[in-house]
């Protein structure tokens, strides 16, 4: 196994507290950070280092557990256990509040933009997914809200070239929804994980979905089209590939790299891991292999893995003791 994956730094990012998600600016220029303290954290690089920016402080009243960078980059939306999301506008180097997303009746526990900018996903524990639309004036408006889980919704992921939004749950389900008729409505459920669904993420063109669960493995699903030949309806999702036995703790977190079609996970075990794809195998029945592993990544769960969007193999992850380490992946192969 040639492939490598060095550290290159390590940031105190939420003292004493849980750093619980990292999200790259589309540039790759800021890197925005949330966890228990209530506070988002903007990081740039100065030099080989990278330092805190500023501190986003007075937004919420309780954990922040997510937070996303609009397609633009112009604004950082942070979801947090208040029941809130918050909408804040990049102002030179600092970043003011411009609104406040109510409308969840307990902890939200995702937020993600749609790849137009037009659109917003929040999803709560109160099972919920709304869809936000976005005006030219920076007026959000909830168009469509969404009962489709019956237990707390962990994740929301759009699709990068399309408006199709997927999400996960302790339910141990995953929904696609579409807009139908100016409504959003559940087009499938993905059903085979024997426990929550952790969190999802799209291909690079957005033809497969990997999902990650506390049944300590990863599916890949393949959206069926009519070609393949299997009588499946239009909009149906199949599971292609299961990743079991690599990971002995729950996986809370899987990301691929838009650049070099690398899947990383972050799991309980404290460790982080990178598979690729076996160029080889049949498209249809995927195989991947453990390209590399860092035991412990952290001194505990790793909550959290991003790719840098245009750096190849630049990694971001953060634990539960509050740190953030970028890491270098090198793959021969």
Known sequence: ???????????????????????WSPKGSLLASCGGDRAVRIWGREGDNWECKCV??????????????SPCGNYLASASFDATTCI????????????????????????????????????????????WEVDEEDEYECVSVVNSHTQDVKHVVWHPTQELL?????????????????????????EGHTSTVWSLSFDP??????????????????ECTPED???????????????????????????????????????????????????????????FYLSAHM??????DVNCVAWHPQEAGLLATCSDNGEIAIWNYHSDA
């Not at 063109?205 to 599916?219: F, H, I, N, P, Y």
């Open 56 to 69: 986003l402080s007075d937004g919420h009243q309780r954990t922040v557990r997510k937070v996303a960078w």
């Open 88 to 131: 804040w506008k990049k102002k030179n180097d600092d970043f003011e509040c411009l609104t406040v997303l109510e409308g969840h009746e307990n902890e939200v526990k995702c937020v993600a933009w749609a790849p137009s900018g037009n659109l917003l996903a929040t999803c709560s524990r109160d099972k919920s997914v709304w869809i």
């Open 229 to 287: 030949g299997d009588g499946s309806t239009d909009g149906a999702w199949k599971c292609v590939c299961t990743l079991s036995g690599f990971h002995s703790r729950t996986v809370y977190d899987v990301a691929w790299d838009r650049l070099t079609g690398a899947l990383a996970t972050a799991c309980g075990d404290d460790g982080v891991r990178i598979f690729k794809e076996d160029t080889t195998a049949d498209p249809e029945q995927p195989v």
């Open 166 to 190: 997927a999400s996960a749950s302790y339910d141990n389900k995953v929904c696609i929804y579409k807009e139908e008729d100016d409504d959003w409505e559940c087009r499938a459920t993905l």
């Open 1 to 23: 196994m040639k492939d490598t994956l060095a550290p290159v730094l390590r940031l105190s990012a939420h003292p004493d507290s849980r750093c619980w998600y990292v999200a």
């Open 295 to 300: 035991p412990k990544a952290h001194s505990q």
């Open 205 to 222: 063109e957005g033809q497969r979905l990997a999902s990650c669960s506390d049944d300590r493995t990863v599916k890949i699903w393949k």
